[in-house]
T-cell receptor
């Protein structure tokens, strides 16, 4: 899995399998989390988000799980497709002095064959 | 909406030259962010603005980097003089920041190569 500040891991899956991408975030005060997908040559695109008062949120084929006890976030992609091949980033939102910023992890590359 | 618009998409320049990257945020968004992406360091926040005012520029590498936001629809990131280690993809992003922060929308990035 991925952790903010570490190297870029790679997850290889077969088409149709379920994929799980993990992320360890750094700040227990973070109140909002987002998963982004970045395809080659493009900017990061929003996939799904979750607020800190939730532990699970589902979208279309994607589910995000949040475990605040261990500061862990995961992204589950059901029935992975070749078009899902990309780098996936988790981001944590932290408020300070009335403003907020998003800090990104290094990303996980998902390869679907 | 056209999304966040960045220009140029690609720039190749020589060391010592001035580089200016431009960004038009999504209309109605009140926060604008500049990020730099490299393989070694990932996505790094350089600076962000709220209501056109720079809030935190602690991520700006050094005095060679400067950013401005003269109005709600335009921002620039300038590097003068540029160095080879500045080669990276620079992303601009915008969002609505308020009581409940919204997602961050990214532009397609400006790929900078400094020779």
């Amino acid at each position: 899995g991925e952790s903010v500040g570490l190297h870029l891991p790679t997850l290889s899956v077969q088409e149709g399998d379920n994929s799980i991408i993990n992320c360890a975030y750094s700040n227990s005060a973070s109140d909002y989390f987002i998963w982004y997908k970045q395809e080659s040559g493009k900017g990061p695109q929003f996939i799904i988000d979750i607020r800190s008062n939730m532990d699970k949120r589902q979208g279309q084929r994607v589910t995000v799980l949040l475990n605040k006890t261990v500061k862990h976030l995961s992204l589950q992609i059901a029935a992975t497709q070749p078009g899902d091949s990309a780098v996936y980033f988790c981001a944590e939102n932290l408020r300070a002095a009335g403003y907020s910023t998003l800090t990104f992890g290094k990303g996980t590359m998902l390869l679907v064959s | 909406d056209a999304g966040v618009i960045q220009s140029p998409r690609h720039e190749v320049t020589e060391m010592g030259q001035e580089v200016t990257l431009r960004c038009k945020p999504i209309s109605g968004h009140n926060s604008l962010f500049w990020y730099r992406q490299t393989m070694m360091r990932g996505l790094e926040l350089l600076i962000y603005f709220n209501n056109n005012v720079p809030i935190d520029d602690s991520g700006m590498p050094e005095d060679r980097f400067s950013a401005k936001m003269p109005n709600a629809s335009f921002s620039t990131l300038k590097i003068q003089p540029s160095e080879p280690r500045d080669s990276a993809v620079y992303f601009c992003a915008s969002r609505i920041q308020g009581a409940a922060d919204g997602e961050l929308f990214f532009g397609e990035g400006s790929r900078l190569t400094v020779l």
